[in-house]
């Protein structure tokens, strides 16, 4: 069977916000640009900040890293605390969302959800579910593929033809019980960065998002953007 297939979504916060919006979302929170990872280009993104989602690209040398983590976690473990809500992604091209997902469903305390928000039910239906089982049944739900599509559309380059391969991906990194979690449907598990507070949070997600960097000297695409307090 075909496996299910996304037209890829920018790091763009006016394409995510609109996103958020039309999943029922109020516009208490809203994603703005991280301009550069230096101290005094950090100090611009409006605070509070409860998720930061990176954009990256999929290079040898980034899965040479991640086999070796998940071979390392694996063997040594690690502390996930079982409020993280993670899923997995089966679909082609669906990160953006995902990490949209994550994003939302792990600060949904803070979030105000429109009453027929279809994110608010998918969120419900699903919070019950495995990772692998929430990624089953996103396949099927129609009001957030519809809107995935549109927002698809939405960005300011022209948006690849379906079956594009594309190299790019999205993670989320979200702070739960005090502990800075990368969330990335494409691995087995979340991955705890460690301690994190909601002051620090920011600073401690770019000093993630760096060791991204770092692995791939050469490359120039990346981009974050972060939740924030509107």
Known sequence: ????????????????????????????????????????????????????????????????????????????????????????????????????????????DKMNFETNSSLKKFLEDSLSMTPEERAKYLETYEAIRVTHESSAHEGQTEAPSIDEKVDLHFIALVNVGGHLYELDGRKPFPVNHGETSDDSFLEDAIEVCKKFMERDPEELRFNAIALSAA
């Open 1 to 108: 069977m075909e496996p299910h297939r996304w037209l890829p979504l920018e790091a763009n916060p006016d394409v995510t916000n609109q996103f958020l919006k039309q999943l029922g979302i109020h516009p208490d929170w809203q994603f703005v640009d991280v301009y550069g990872m230096e101290p005094e280009l950090l100090s611009m993104v409006p605070r509070p900040v409860c998720a930061v989602l990176l954009l990256f690209p999929i290079t040898e040398k980034y899965e040479t890293f991640r086999t070796e983590e998940e071979e390392r976690i694996k063997a040594k473990g690690q502390d996930v605390k079982s409020s993280v809500y993670f899923m997995k992604q089966t679909i082609n091209n669906a990160c953006g969302t995902i990490g949209l997902i994550h994003a939302i469903a792990n600060n949904r």
